[in-house]
């Protein structure tokens, strides 16, 4: 059975950062891509950041320059660091990977900016 657990949200001010990490549990991780989602307040759901079973990278233009997604297939860790943050940021998280059969999520975690 697959899991998906996010932690790291929190409350910071604008201009400050937190890390995000997921920890996947079962035998997917390192074979698949993995995606940080997150949902704002009135929004649809955004695709944030991704990374490929071989590291490559890529990330929606609103947060490129400020997150940095990163892997540790050692730990079965997905890793979205995030400087300097804004308001419109704040958002619900989410971890997603998918396989050849079904798609999983995490529970989500809150990340609150105040300006």
């Known amino acids: 059975q697959v899991q998906l657990v996010e932690s790291g949200g929190g409350l910071v001010q604008a201009g400050g950062s937190l890390r995000l990490s997921c920890a996947v549990s079962g035998s997917v991780f390192s074979r698949y891509s993995m995606y940080w989602y997150r949902r704002a307040p009135g929004k649809e759901l955004e695709l944030v950041a991704s990374?490929?079973?071989?590291?490559?990278?890529n990330y929606a233009d609103s947060v490129k320059g400020r997150f940095t997604i990163s892997r540790d297939n050692a730990k079965n860790t997905v890793n979205l660091q995030m400087n300097s943050l804004k308001s419109e940021d704040t958002a619900v998280y989410f971890c997603?990977?998918?396989?050849?059969?079904?798609?999983?999520w995490g529970q989500g975690t809150q990340v609150t900016v105040s300006s």
């Open positions: 997603y990977t998918r396989t050849v059969v079904r798609e999983y």
């Open positions: 990374v490929t079973s071989g590291g490559s990278t």
